[in-house]
Structure formats: structure tokens, C-alpha cells
């Protein structure tokens, strides 16, 4: 699959979707305008890739609907430069979004499956996260912390101790919490031990696995 000019009309239109539905941040928009995401779909779903619809990207994932990840990335207050933690890599659209704010960008998927074909298609597309690891989201990236943001593009029946943690003075966690449906709710770490917490809308991802390990 190649990035056309009928593509790139296809995510203005996207993105001016989006901020009919309420973003507003122009360099979230502007980061929508510029990836390429029907290249991180099957190809049996490039007609149907800037659509604001959430499609199967295999182990039974999904890639998360653009209106979310938009909403979730204006919550997160991305600066160019700032030191940012993905729990749920996925396809790497989101990581993409990420980059694509001149963020440095660590990132966990559980699934092998994924896990795999997302290095594979980063390495030919040169996208660069500092680091993409398979492991449990859960426990977070200790070795890196503090993040100035940490997004969680899974469903968290509960907020993991560890993500809190692992927050810098001043960061932010962006995590939808529930279980059939969840609540996008952010954390903004005011000090050692407040966090500020902030609720929005409904959103429906897949769940945040637990390590059966
Ligand atoms: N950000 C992705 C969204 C993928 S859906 C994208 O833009 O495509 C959520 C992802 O979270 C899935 O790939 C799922 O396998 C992963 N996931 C679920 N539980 C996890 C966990 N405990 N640790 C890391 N990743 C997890």
C-alpha cells in the first residue's frame, strides 16, 4: 500500500470530523492530518481506514477509533521532547500519533503476535519509539520512570499502583477505567502523594489483560 494525495483528503476530512466532535488541540489535529493510518490496517480495510470507527488489527485487538485517540492525546498535553509511556502498542497507530508530537515514546504490548508485527512494520516504516517491549502494562516501565504521561489504550478494571507511581510531579496518567464500558479518567500527580482526578465520557476499549504468569 502506498500514502496518496486521495489519502491524505480522506484524513483532512477525518480530522475536521474530529473537531466538529469537540478536539481542539491543532497539533493533535495536525498529527491526525499526517499519519498514514491506513497503512496500519489490513489492506481489506483501506477504504474504510479514516473512517471514525475503531477495525480488528488480529489477536482479537483493535485499533482504537481515531475520535479516542485523539481525545485521549489531547488529554495526555503532549510538548515536543516530553517522556511518554503506551501501555497497549497495538497496531502502533497511537504510538504514531505520539511520535509524530515529537515525543519520546516508550511502549508495552502483551501480545506476542502484535508485539511483533508492529517492530516489524516500525523498522520499514522508520518510526522510532525509544523503546517497544512485550510485557505486562501493568507493572509499567520502572527502568524509564518517571513519565511525564502515561496512556493506557485498554479498558482497566482497576488503575495499576504501579502506572501512578511511575508518574513525574506534574505528570499525566490518561487510563479509561470499568469493565463493560469505561470512564476516561485522568490523573495529574500533584506531588509525592496527591493526585489530581478528573473523570470524562464513555468510551468502550478492549480490556487490560493481567500477566497469567
Ligand atoms: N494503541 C493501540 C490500541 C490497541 S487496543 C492502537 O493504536 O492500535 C489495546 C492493546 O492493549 C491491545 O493490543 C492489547 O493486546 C494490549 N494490552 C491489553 N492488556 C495489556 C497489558 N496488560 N499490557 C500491555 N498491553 C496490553
Partial sequence: ??????????????????????????????????VPRHLFLDSSFEAH???????????????SQPYTVAFQTELLK????????????????QTSV?????????????????????KRFF????????????????KGMPEEAPFKGIIVTAGAPEVPKALLSQLAIGGRLVIPVGIEDQI?????????KEFEKTTYGNFRFVPLLEDKN
Fill in 78 to 93: 503532549v510538548s515536543p521532547n516530553d517522556k511518554i509511556l503506551e501501555i497497549g502498542t497495538g497496531s502502533g497507530y
Fill in 123 to 138: 523498522d520499514r516504516m522508520g518510526f522510532r519509539p525509544k523503546k517497544q517491549i512485550f510485557g505486562d502494562g501493568y
Fill in 49 to 63: 481506514a479514516y473512517q471514525d470507527k475503531a477495525f480488528p488489527i488480529g489477536a482479537d485487538q483493535t485499533i
Fill in 1 to 34: 500500500m502506498r500514502d496518496t494525495l486521495k489519502h491524505k483528503g480522506m484524513r483532512n476530512k477525518l480530522a475536521n470530523l474530529l473537531e466538529a466532535k469537540g478536539i481542539q488541540d491543532q497539533n493533535v489535529l495536525g498529527a491526525i492530518r499526517q
Fill in 184 to 192: 476516561m479518567t485522568l490523573f495529574v500527580r500533584k506531588s509525592e
Fill in 98 to 118: 505520539l511520535l509524530t508530537l515529537k515525543a519520546r515514546v516508550y511502549t508495552i504490548e502483551r501480545q506476542l503476535e502484535l508485539f511483533k508485527t508492529t
